[in-house]
């Protein structure tokens, strides 16, 4: 038999409709026991769930980079263990965040490891839940490698998923990309193929990830600030930022207050590294596109500037924490594998 782990995170997936409103409810988490081990019998796999914040979980809206280690340790030493795919169940507000997080961690890795939730109860009709449940499920029963978000019969790369619907079920949209589009044909029949285990090393970043503690996850995380352009605002910067996420307009742009305030707001000995994001979801960015305005001005200013190139925010924010706790004494190191320096 094969088999796969399952991991009950938390959020609508596993809600229910208390009074006029949702919220988290036990017997709900129950029931998805309940189907998803009968599935995975059908396939002949080996069910092992476990729920790291409890019964019924955590709303991902509560999630935070000190969860995302949790999670990841939990993911590695399943795969150390021979583990033939995950699926993790996720409340869709921060699942496009985790996604970003654990494709990071697990690039590499030779199994499909799948997040799917829902925009919908299991007691509301129409529901969401079961379609998105079984067909993550599987997901996880195919040859497909890598970390994905399944959602509305669709397949997202999990470094480019991005919540662009507030309650509609069909949530997620790529950025950067083409979702795959879900065929039932992939999943195994019979016995479960031989695919690679790739943890005979593991990358010195993961190492480190893996070792890094909740709380001082969480306090990497605290060393990143986001700042949200809009005509006529001014940022509040604390000096102590380590990476500085600014997102603007168009190929890179932010007014010229808010760069003068950014280049005046730091020492020479503590300035933090700027990556230079849009609010325009699609293309690549270009922060050196428009003089003045571009962001990659505060290079000449001293500043290391990052390009967003055609990320999601979700991803940029993954990876600034990753870089923090892989090699905080120098971010640019991890920045750099993926995002072009101006």
Avoid at 9 to 35: M, Q
Avoid at 215 to 229: D, H, K, N, Y
Avoid at 234 to 239: C, D, I, K
Avoid at 258 to 263: D, I, N, R, S
Wanted: charged share 20%; aromatic share 8%.
């Amino acid at each position: 038999m094969g088999k796969v782990l399952v991991i009950f995170t938390g959020g609508t997936i596993a809600s229910g409709f208390l009074g006029d409103r949702k919220g988290p409810d036990p017997s709900v988490t129950k029931a998805l026991h309940g189907n998803i081990s009968a599935f995975f019998a059908e396939k002949e796999m080996e069910v092992e769930c476990i729920e790291p914040w409890g019964i019924p979980g955590l709303d991902s809206s509560n999630l935070d980079p000190g969860h995302w280690v949790e999670m990841t340790v939990a993911i590695d030493d399943a795969v150390k263990r021979g583990v033939d795919g995950v699926l993790i169940l996720h409340g869709t507000d921060t699942m496009a965040h985790s996604a970003a997080w654990l494709s990071l961690c697990f690039s590499g890795v030779g199994i499909p490891i799948v997040l799917t939730g829902s925009q919908l109860t299991l007691d509301y009709t129409p529901e969401d839940v079961t379609v998105n449940m079984r067909g993550a499920a599987q997901v996880v029963c195919s040859d497909l490698t890598g970390v994905w978000i399944y959602c509305n019969w669709k397949l997202i790369q999990g470094n480019r998923g991005h919540k662009a619907r507030a309650q509609h079920p069909d949530a997620f949209i790529p950025v950067g990309s083409m979702p795959l589009f879900f065929t039932p044909e992939w999943a195994r029949e019979g016995e479960i193929a031989e695919m690679p285990h790739p943890r005979g090393r593991t990358p010195h970043s993961l190492k480190k990830i893996l070792e890094t503690g909740s709380e001082e996850a969480r306090e990497a995380g605290r060393g990143i600030r986001w700042l949200f352009c809009s005509p006529g605002t001014e940022p509040l910067l604390s000096g102590d930022e380590k990476i500085l996420g600014i997102a603007g307009f168009g190929a890179g742009n932010a007014p010229t207050a808010l760069l003068e305030k950014v280049a005046s707001a730091y020492p020479p000995d503590r300035r933090p590294q700027v990556i230079a994001c849009s609010q325009a979801e699609g293309d690549v960015k270009n922060p050196a596109a428009y003089h003045d305005v571009g962001m990659a001005t505060l290079s000449s200013r001293g500043f290391d500037v990052w390009g967003q190139m055609d990320y999601p925010v979700e991803f940029i924010h993954a990876l600034g924490c990753y870089a923090l706790m892989a090699w905080p004494q120098d971010p640019g190191r991890i920045l750099g594998k993926f995002l072009k320096k101006y």
